[in-house]
């Protein structure tokens, strides 16, 4: 036992220390390892397995929805580029170049992919030539480079891995319909699959995506009070459009611009279910996304060990033929208290305990990671009772998440109380603002708060701005973030 209290003191308090937490966690959890190259993480096979997942449920929500995935280089022209002025001067302090071959430079630098708008504006201009080729609706699953500064594991890194919508229109109308469509995709999935609960919202100008008309988000927050921006989708206006030429012959027999999109998820939304979920035991995974959802511990002395394997391994195939990810640690090499605190660490919904005890009494243990509640399971329920459990453990994590972000969230009226909220009460502000770039930045500069949205339902109207008393245009969320 003195093994298994060592491995739990391994893992820094979330109250001592949130940031080591989170590093402790995520590499005792076996989920990512550093890479060689500065701001670049390794993901191991526990951490992709994450993003396959997330991959998957979202994959079928954009096929859904009609889009179809495509792949487009991973280098751009600097001509492309400067095409797009607003849209590269957002990028620019993080763009890597390449601007030479073996011993030749190139005749013009090439820009490592921070986002494919540009190319892909480029291909649509030559793809493009009818109202008949209209809506195109394309999804790009990829990588692109950064260059961050200050980098945190899936949240921040230099190289991540995302989905990067792209979508072209002959209306204004259908953009904007495309655009909240895939907002309240991002939304579904990260509240039903990922049980975190976000505030839907419009980025003020300041925040919103270089070269776009609007920007729309949805945030989280963090066991730390902090935000994290899950997912985004932009209505580009004609602006890439004009830019790269990407005009249709419409049915009026006019040639006109193309309404575009984009709209992206990105490894950061694995940070965030981490930070959400999480406690002092290491991960806490929600059901529908963990790639286990129910672990097997056989237990007892070596004299029962054959019978109590034996029951263990028709449990496997019982609840895998149920439709229930199933995994069996029968290893001798360690207690089961280590095992235990191991599955615990790496936050596997259910944790199912069989010993010879168990099988006189014709049941099984069932342990809960949300909750820590021990249930003894008749042996003939366990598909039914696993599965409703299992719905059950994904619901109260939502629901949990939720109480959070509402007890951490209040409307302030002043700079003073919006201080207070964000740094010493740890949570959201929701204030008024009047609309002017500078009461924003001031904001930002007293109370290192930035405005995270303009949301589409808040749950009171503010009268008058934060920063300057005169009345409020916008009732926007303010946090600290990632």
């Excluded at 396959?52 to 280089?73: C, I, M, S, W």
């Excluded at 002025?85 to 005749?107: A, I, M, Q, Y």
């Excluded at 109380?417 to 770039?437: I, P, S």
């Amino acid at each position: 036992m003195a093994k298994d209290k060592e491995f739990v003191q391994a893992i820094t308090p979330q109250g001592e220390d949130f940031s080591r937490w989170y590093i402790d966690v995520i590499t005792k959890a076996n989920l990512m390892d550093y890479a060689p190259v500065r701001g670049c993480i390794v993901f191991k096979p526990d951490g992709f397995a994450l993003w396959e997942a997330v991959q998957r449920e979202l994959d079928r929500r954009f096929k859904e929805t009609g889009h179809r995935n495509a792949y487009f280089p991973l280098f751009i022209p600097e001509s492309f580029l400067q095409k797009e002025k607003e849209h590269v001067e957002g990028f620019n302090p993080e763009l890597p170049w390449v601007t030479e071959v073996g011993d030749e430079k190139l005749e013009e630098r090439l820009a490592v992919r921070p986002t494919s708008e540009t190319i892909i504006g480029h291909m649509y201009s030559q793809w493009i030539q009818s109202y008949r080729d209209l809506p195109l609706l394309i999804n790009q699953w990829a990588n692109v480079v950064r260059w961050e500064k200050r980098t945190l594991p899936f949240l921040r890194t230099s190289e991540f891995l995302w989905q990067e919508g792209h979508t072209a229109h002959a209306t204004e109308q259908e953009a904007r319909e495309e655009t909240e469509r895939m907002l309240a995709v991002y939304t579904d999935f990260v509240e039903n699959e990922l049980a975190i609960p976000v505030l839907q919202g419009q980025k003020t100008p300041s925040e919103q995506f270089p070269g776009a008309v609007a920007t729309y988000s949805i945030e989280a927050m963090m066991k730390d009070g902090k935000a994290v921006q899950a997912g985004t989708s932009h209505y580009l206006g004609e602006n890439f459009a004009r830019s790269f030429d990407i005009r249709f012959l419409d049915k009026d027999n006019e040639r006109k611009y193309a309404h575009t999109t984009s709209w992206g998820l990105s490894t950061r939304i694995l940070g965030a279910m981490i930070m959400v979920h999480g406690d002092d035991r290491g991960l806490q995974l929600p059901p529908r996304i963990a790639p286990t959802q129910v672990m097997i511990i056989p237990i007892g002395p070596a004299k029962a060990r054959a019978q109590v394997l034996e029951a263990a391994q028709q449990i496997q195939t019982t609840l895998r033929t149920a439709g229930i990810r199933t995994d069996m640690d029968a290893s001798e090499d360690v207690s089961p208290g280590w095992k235990f605190n191991e599955y615990e660490l790496r936050g596997i919904p259910i944790r199912l305990e069989i010993g010879p005890r168990d099988l006189e009494a014709g049941q099984a243990i069932i342990v809960r990671r949300d909750s820590g509640e021990k249930l003894p399971v008749a042996l003939a329920d366990l598909g039914t009772r696993v599965d409703e459990l299992l719905i059950d453990i994904q619901a109260s994590m939502l629901e949990n998440a939720r109480a959070f972000l509402r007890n951490h969230s209040r409307a302030v009226h002043s700079i003073e109380q919006l201080h207070e909220v964000v740094r010493t009460e740890k949570g959201f502000a929701l204030a008024g603002w009047c609309g002017d770039a500078a009461c924003e930045a001031k904001v930002k500069e007293e109370t290192g708060a930035t405005s995270r949205n303009i949301p589409f339902s808040p749950p009171e109207r503010m009268p008058t701005c934060v920063a300057c008393q005169k009345d409020a245009a916008y009732t926007v969320w303010f946090g600290r973030s990632y």
